[in-house]
C-alpha cells in the first residue's frame, strides 16, 4: 500500500520534468505557430504541430480536408494524432489546433498543458488575410466569435498554466521556463 503511493508521487513527477511533453493550446490566431518554435528552441526540444501532422498523414491541407469531408472527419484524424502523441515518450513540444483540448478529453494526461490566453478583439487585430483563408472556422467573425466565448471555460480547465499570450514572446517563454523549473 505505502509503496505504491510512493510510485503514484514518483510518476506524478517524472510527468512534470521539463523534459516532459510540453503541449501548447489556444484559440485560431493566438499565436500557437510562432511561439512554440521559440519555446522549443529555448527548452532545447524538438517541435511538432498537430495540423502539421495530419496534413502530412492525409497529404493535403487542412482546407481540403474541411472541405472534401467535414469537420467530423478532421476530428477523427485530429483524435488518432492525439493518441499517437499521448503513446509516444519523446519529449517535444507539441503546437496543437485550437479544437484540440475540446475534443481530446484526456489532453491533460499527454503532458503539461500549456494554455495562450488572449481576448478575442486582439486575436481579429493580429490576423491577416492569409491566416483568415487558411482556417475553415474563422470564415465568419460572428461565428468565430461564439466558438472562442463557447470554449474558454475548457481551455482554462483542460491546462496546467495560462500564459497572458499578450506578452511578448520572452516573456512567454520565461513564465513557461519558471513554471517548469519550479514543478
Ligand atoms: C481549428 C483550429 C485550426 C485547425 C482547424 C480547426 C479549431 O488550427 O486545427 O482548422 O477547431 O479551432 P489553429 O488553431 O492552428 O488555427
Redesign the pocket.
Known amino acids: 500500500m505505502v509503496n505504491m503511493s510512493i510510485k503514484k508521487k514518483e510518476s506524478k513527477m517524472a510527468s512534470s520534468l521539463p523534459s516532459d511533453k510540453i503541449i501548447l493550446t489556444?484559440?485560431?490566431?493566438?499565436g500557437?505557430?510562432y511561439f512554440s518554435q521559440r519555446l522549443a528552441e529555448a527548452l532545447k526540444l524538438p517541435l511538432y504541430?498537430?495540423?502539421s501532422l495530419?496534413e502530412a498523414k492525409e497529404g493535403i491541407s487542412?482546407?481540403e480536408i474541411?472541405s472534401r469531408y467535414d469537420?467530423s472527419y478532421?476530428r477523427t484524424l485530429?483524435a488518432e494524432i492525439a493518441f499517437d502523441i499521448q503513446k509516444s515518450s519523446q519529449a517535444a513540444v507539441y503546437?496543437?489546433?485550437?479544437?484540440?483540448p475540446?475534443f481530446y478529453h484526456d489532453i491533460l494526461e499527454i503532458g503539461t498543458v500549456i494554455y495562450m490566453d488572449i481576448p478575442f478583439k486582439q486575436i481579429v487585430a493580429r490576423m491577416s488575410t492569409e491566416d483568415i483563408k487558411?482556417?475553415?472556422?474563422?470564415q465568419d467573425l460572428d461565428q468565430a466569435l461564439a466558438?472562442y466565448n463557447s470554449?474558454l471555460e475548457l481551455y482554462k480547465k483542460r491546462s496546467h498554466l495560462q500564459i497572458d499570450a499578450t506578452q511578448s514572446i520572452e516573456q512567454m517563454v520565461q513564465c513557461v521556463q519558471s513554471f517548469l523549473h519550479t514543478r
Do not use: H, Y
Open positions: 489556444g484559440f485560431m490566431g493566438c500557437k505557430s504541430d498537430t495540423d495530419i487542412i482546407t474541411f469537420e478532421f485530429e503546437a496543437t489546433g485550437g479544437g484540440f475540446i487558411k482556417r475553415p472556422l474563422f466558438l470554449r
